[in-house]
């Protein structure tokens, strides 16, 4: 296993609610540091630390409103699915107290996002539609940010999600030191092991939000011992 596995954990869960939500960068500092699986011997990333990776995540969000005229009928299918998924994928941040948040969350897709998701999905078409709305923004937001992302490139290349051959083809090279290990390992591989069961690699996914929303529920028990 990859040995910056605690640290890509960390900056899984930041680029997660960053893509997902409209948490500021405060809001998700303050879910990162009640995480128990963080705190506990640990090292936490600081605010500002937080911050920046919240604004690399999200630049490539702005730019106006797209819509279907926009981009090939070809790539429009797959736009549409992605964000489906992406909705859903925010179903699991809606707590009674944070509503406003996540219908935030869905007012527009911007046409640098469109044009990167359907970027990816010709290149990887058959990629978890679950978890291919997040990967292309983030393999886009490292680009911008001039980083490396021959890992990721790597990891499409040998594409583990598409059969037990693959997954073990992959894993085989990374051990080998082959190709370095992608830093999102915990969102982006696991999930896609053929050899789990699929109920099982989506709930890797979502576990962590049990914990956006106990915070949600104690701000909001909060608010109601105020009033």
């Given at each position: ?37 963080f705190v506990k011997g640990y090292v936490v990333p600081s605010e500002r630390t937080v911050q920046r990776l919240v604004k690399e995540f999200r ?30 994928l925010s179903l699991q941040f809606i707590t009674a107290s944070e509503e406003q948040i996540s219908k935030d969350t869905m007012k527009s897709i ?53 059969s037990q051959e693959h997954w073990n083809n992959y894993m085989n090279v990374v051990e080998a030191k082959l190709v370095e290990p992608i830093e ?44």
């Amino acid at each position: 296993m990859p040995a910056k596995r605690i640290d890509a954990d960390v900056q899984a869960k930041i680029a997660e609610m960053a893509l997902g939500t409209q948490y500021g960068p405060a809001q998700i500092y303050k879910v990162i540091s009640r995480d128990e699986k963080f705190v506990k011997g640990y090292v936490v990333p600081s605010e500002r630390t937080v911050q920046r990776l919240v604004k690399e995540f999200r630049s490539n969000q702005t730019g106006g409103e797209w819509n279907l005229t926009m981009s090939p009928s070809g790539d429009i299918s797959n736009i549409l699915n992605a964000r489906f998924q992406s909705i859903l994928l925010s179903l699991q941040f809606i707590t009674a107290s944070e509503e406003q948040i996540s219908k935030d969350t869905m007012k527009s897709i911007s046409p640098k996002t469109a044009e990167i998701v359907a970027k990816f999905y010709q290149a990887v078409p058959d990629y978890p539609s679950n978890l291919g709305w997040l990967l292309a923004q983030y393999y886009w937001s490292e680009v911008e940010a001039e980083r490396s992302v021959q890992a990721y490139t790597d990891y499409l290349a040998l594409a583990p999600w598409r059969s037990q051959e693959h997954w073990n083809n992959y894993m085989n090279v990374v051990e080998a030191k082959l190709v370095e290990p992608i830093e999102l390992w915990p969102l982006f591989v696991d999930p896609v092991n053929p050899s789990i069961p699929l109920p099982e690699r989506l709930k890797m996914v979502t576990d962590a939000y049990d914990v956006i929303k106990s915070i949600g529920d104690e701000q909001k028990a909060e608010r109601e011992s105020e009033k």
